[in-house]
């Protein structure tokens, strides 16, 4: 039986159409060394296009078959969308399409989990009823990553039921993802003596039938990145795991292996 899947990459092309606060850390410097401006990335526009093609590229070297869909929340969005017209079975959206609040909020939320929240409930919203009546998985991607040793037998009926994560392993664990986790702990729990701990955000997937917890899940999580007291210490990844806690008996964790580039110029990552 065919299995139909959606890879939704979420990116935002060129961020430095934003304009960010001093509190932001990325600091865009001039060749004198001044600080010209405050960013959430240090890439280029055509630095971001280059990546997403090899997102393309990895997605279409195991799932040759399936849709792509590109969601851009560029404020020029759709000065990009030609750069992926040689793809097949690919879409190019522009967030604003989705809804224009929700993407002026995303273009200019300092923290990047916000953004990548709000695009990607935005998107759900809005194609809702054609996500459920077409797709059996949603696998989203963020921009900036490709995968490769993808074992797709796990997208099968049985288990459109089934939330999908990467195996976080003890490096993630005791590296970026949690250097924040007591500012989260102590947000959501008043208290400490719960092991801090991330879901991988840069590729996971969903079973059709939870699209609209994951709905909820995605509002949830912007609206708490959103909080004053957490805006510039906690991640997405964090939330995803303790809002995710409660379907723990339908999630699967496998070992796919993801290579990119950080956002804050951390350098190349695999694992």
Partial sequence: MKINKLFLVHTTIDVGSANFQQQYPFRIR???NKITSYN?????PEERIRQIISTILCIKNTNPNDRIVILDSSRNAKDFANRFNMFDNLEFIDSADCSEEDAT?????ENAGISATIQLASYFRKFNKEIKELYDFVVIVTGRYGFYNMDTSIFSKENTNK?????VDDGNREGMFLQLSSWTLNF?????DIE????NAQLWAFGIDYLERILDT???????LSHPKLKYRCFFEEFLYYLTLPYVENIIEVNWTIIGWSGKGWGFSYG
Avoid at 105 to 109: E, F, L, P
Avoid at 196 to 199: A, H, L, S, W, Y
Avoid at 218 to 224: G, P, T
């Fill in 196 to 199: 801090p701990n991330c879901r």
């Fill in 218 to 224: 995605l509002d949830a999580i912007s609206y708490l």
């Fill in 30 to 32: 001039d060749d004198n």
């Fill in 188 to 192: 959501l729990y008043s208290k400490n």
């Fill in 163 to 167: 939330i999908i994560f990467k195996k």
């Fill in 40 to 44: 959430r990335s240090c890439f280029s």
């Fill in 105 to 109: 909020i995303s273009q200019t939320a």
